[in-house]
């Protein structure tokens, strides 16, 4: 039992609060020391070295190529073709061809191709997401899409005679590839 002094002097046996070691308390104030200079240093190791091989990582967006082979010409049979890869329509006319993109040009879903005879084309693309339509040369008619639908490039690659879709260069509404039968 440790005693206490009162203000009066007398002594009190016991006490409300143990008095620490003044040893351990050194002690246990060098381990918080050391351990914060260890977390320091170890940081200070790891900041430079986690950016050094960032460095060998190359800061790259990888996006599938907007232009590509998407098949011989004979899988390109008279009517529409859909790519569901690219999003994009590709139609044959007899010896003409053309592509239309399938991502509705108000928030991106993916338009579908509605068949309906009594209409001028034959078809009308229809988005499911919010219900805008386009006419079958992709004019926007109906709905809150903003513009009509995109028009791309086709051409025919020389060494193996695939169609080639080019996404990154847009055509407009009239433009035909024609090829040979
Ligand atoms: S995304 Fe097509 S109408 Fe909204």
């Known amino acids: ?3 206490a002094r009162t203000k009066s002097g007398a002594v009190r046996p016991g006490l409300d609060h143990p008095v620490q070691n003044p040893s351990r308390l050194q002690q246990s104030r060098r381990d918080f020391i050391g351990t914060l200079g260890f977390a320091t240093a170890a940081l200070t190791c790891a900041v430079p070295a986690w950016m050094c091989l960032r460095a ?3 800061n790259v967006l990888y996006e599938p190529p907007r232009r590509l082979k998407v098949g011989p010409l004979a899988r390109f049979t008279e009517g529409a073709t859909y790519l569901p890869d690219q999003r994009a329509f ?4 007899k010896d003409t061809l053309f592509s239309i993109g399938a991502r509705c040009t108000h928030l991106g879903c993916t338009v579908q191709l509605a068949k309906m005879p009594e209409v001028e084309g034959g078809y009308e693309f229809h988005c499911p997401c919010h219900g805008s339509k386009f006419r ?11 513009s009509p639908l995109p028009y791309y490039t086709l051409d025919i690659a020389a060494e193996d005679d695939q169609l080639i879709l080019d996404m990154s260069v847009l055509a407009d509404k009239g433009w035909r590839l024609t090829v040979r039968s």
Do not use: K, L, Q, W
């Open 56 to 58: 060998y990582v190359p």
């Open 1 to 3: 039992m440790i005693s």
């Open 90 to 93: 590709v139609f044959r006319e």
């Open 136 to 146: 079958a040369d992709g004019t926007n008619f109906a709905g809150p899409a903003p």
